[in-house]
């Protein structure tokens, strides 16, 4: 039998969220952000999701394979616009509320999977 090591340790996984707040390796964030495994962008510029189009790129530049975007407490679809801007480079997008994209963003990142969560709070 062969052991491989899974070094997750420095992986950015959500620990906790509720209403207006996530928690990401013990610390508390309250406005939108854009995460990776490696990486926290805070202060994303985005209060709703009409705002997503003219800051998308903040996320896309991380180099995801996968883009999942938590749109608040109900799942609300940004504008045709941003689902082609996304297709146009190959990645992946999927669209929910808050807690089924952390929860999402936490099943991907333990598999290994290139994956950005942009969460609007």
Same mark, same amino acid.
């Given at each position: 039998?062969?052991?491989?090591?899974?070094?997750?340790?420095?992986?950015?996984?959500?620990?906790?969220?509720?209403?207006?707040?996530?928690?990401?390796? #013990?610390?508390?964030?309250?406005?939108?952000?854009?995460?990776?495994?490696?990486?926290?962008?805070?202060?994303?510029?985005?209060?709703?999701?009409?705002?997503?189009?003219?800051?998308?790129?903040?996320?896309?530049?991380?180099?995801?394979?996968?883009?999942?975007?938590?749109?608040?407490?109900?799942?609300?679809?940004?504008?045709?616009?941003?689902?082609?801007?996304?297709?146009?480079?190959?990645?992946?997008?999927?669209?929910?509320?808050?807690?089924?994209?952390?929860?999402?963003?936490?099943?991907?990142?333990?598999? #290994?999977?290139?994956?950005?969560?942009?969460?609007?709070?």
């Amino acid at each position: 039998m062969k052991f491989t090591l899974d070094d997750n340790a420095t992986a950015n996984a959500v620990t906790a969220r509720m209403q207006g707040e996530v928690r990401i390796a #013990g610390r508390a964030y309250r406005q939108s952000l854009v995460v990776t495994a490696t990486s926290i962008v805070e202060d994303w510029p985005v209060g709703d999701v009409a705002q997503v189009e003219a800051a998308l790129e903040i996320a896309l530049g991380l180099g995801p394979d996968i883009l999942i975007l938590g749109t608040g407490e109900r799942q609300v679809f940004p504008e045709p616009a941003v689902f082609a801007a996304v297709a146009a480079r190959g990645i992946g997008f999927e669209v929910m509320d808050n807690g089924a994209a952390c929860r999402t963003y936490n099943v991907l990142l333990a598999e #290994g999977r290139n994956v950005a969560l942009a969460l609007i709070l």
